[in-house]
């Protein structure tokens, strides 16, 4: 079984920063289990989107258009943690966060692709 557990959300002004953290942990999650990462959000009355996902070497990322230049996503495997350094906030960032992890190498970009999933964590911009 492998746990997620996100941070690291808040409420924060239009143009401000957010690091969100997951740290990971389980039998399964280990640095032999070789699992792709990736951040999610969903806003009330929509359905879950990609944001961001990083391959299990950390040397591959993925962006949606709508965070790219904005948004960073990193991990530490010794650490067992992935993070999403948020820039540039804007309101329409305002959604959970979700981080999952798969053992998939592509599609990352899709919900289905994931095994994992963390409970998430609210951020929310002001305008």
């Known amino acids: 079984q492998v746990q997620l557990v996100e941070s690291g959300g808040g409420l924060v002004q239009a143009g401000g920063s957010l690091r969100l953290s997951c740290a990971t942990s389980?039998?399964?999650?280990?640095?032999?289990?070789?699992?792709?990462m990736g951040w999610f959000r969903q806003a009330p009355g929509k359905e879950r989107e990609f944001v961001a996902a990083?391959?299990?070497?950390?040397?591959?990322?993925y962006y949606a258009d709508s965070v790219k230049g904005r948004f960073t996503i990193s991990r530490d495997n010794a650490k067992n943690t992935v993070s999403l350094q948020m820039n540039s906030l804007k309101p329409e960032d305002t959604a959970v966060y979700y981080c999952a992890a798969t053992k998939g190498e592509s599609y990352l970009y899709t919900v289905s692709q994931y095994d994992y999933w963390g409970q998430g964590t609210q951020v929310t911009v002001s305008s």
């Open positions: 990083i391959s299990w070497s950390g040397g591959i990322t």
């Open positions: 389980g039998r399964t999650f280990s640095r032999y289990s070789r699992y792709a």
